[in-house]
């Protein structure tokens, strides 16, 4: 395997948004995969992002970044799983939401 890691968005990259992959992006990641490391990175969760790359996605590349990086697989596996108010904490999460919603 190639030391070259490739990683895609989802959404208006791979396919147009919230719509399914079409077979010929599906069958372009296939053969990248045999030739780099390949890992999805995508804002929604898992269940969203199955919908437009197909039931299994999290296995059919190498990794899968799923909720902005938050949770992360690697060969199908869970791999770290993280949450901004378990990193945060509730008080400074707060702030931080006010804060955007204000600006």
């Known amino acids: ?6 990683l895609f968005d989802v959404d208006g990259t ?6 399914q992959a079409d077979d010929a992006m599906k069958t372009f990641m296939k053969d990248l995969r045999s030739k780099v490391t390949v890992g999805i990175v995508g804002g929604s ?3 969203k992002i199955s919908e437009q ?4 996605a999290e296995k059919e590349f190498d990794y899968l970044f799923a909720e902005n990086g938050l949770v992360a697989y690697k060969a199908g596996a869970l791999l770290a799983k993280q949450s901004l108010k378990d990193f945060l ?3 400074k999460l707060k702030k931080f939401i006010n ?5």
């Not at 395997?1 to 490739?6: E, I, K, N, Q, T």
């Not at 804060?99 to 600006?103: D, G, I, K, M, N």
């Open 14 to 19: 791979l396919t147009v948004p919230r719509k």
């Open 99 to 103: 804060f955007v919603l204000h600006y």
């Open 89 to 91: 904490g509730e008080e």
């Open 53 to 56: 790359l197909g039931d299994g």
């Open 1 to 6: 395997m190639s030391r070259v890691l490739a």
């Open 45 to 47: 969760d898992l269940v």
